[in-house]
C-alpha cells in the first residue's frame, strides 16, 4: 500500500528525535522523496507531513489560484515559507524543531496520524480531543445524508 493509514504514538528521546512508524516510513521510501517534508496544518494546531504526493497537492491546491493574488500568496505562505525539510537518519528518526513543537504542542510524546497521501504529527491529547469532534462532524453528515435519502430533514 502507498498511503499512509493507521494511528501510532512514539515518545521523543532524550536528544528530542522520534522515530517515524515503520509503515510510514515504508511509504515515504516507495514515494521517492529524501527526507520528510512538513508544514502547519491550516489550523495551526499540528504538522501536515510526507513527501511527493503532499507536495503535489500543495502544488495542485496553489494552482487553483492566480499568482501574486492574495490567495496564492497567503496559501503559498502557510505551505512554503512556514515549511520545513526534515532528514531522516538511519535508526528512521527526525527531530521536530522548536517552532513545530511549540506550535503542536509537542513536548514528550507524537501522535503519527495517516490521511493517505499525507500523514499528521500531533501532541497525543490534542488528537484524541480532535479526532473526538471529527467522528462528531461524520456522524453528523451521516445522519444529514440519511435524512436526505429517506427525505427527512
Partial sequence: MDEFVSTFTNRLDSKGRVSIPAAFRAVLTRDGFDGLYCCPTLDGVAVDAGGNKLLDAIRERLSRHE????????LSTTFMAQ???????????IILSET???MAGITDRV?????GYKFQIWEPDRFLAYRE????????LRQGSANTQTGRE
Fill in 133 to 140: 469532534k471529527a467522528m462528531e462532524r461524520v456522524r453528523a
Fill in 100 to 102: 513545530f513543537k511549540d
Fill in 111 to 115: 501522535t503519527f496520524v495517516g490521511q
Fill in 67 to 74: 499568482r501574486f493574488s492574495p490567495e496564492h500568496d497567503d
Fill in 83 to 93: 515549511s520545513e525539510r526534515l532528514g531522516i537518519d538511519g535508526e528512521g528518526r
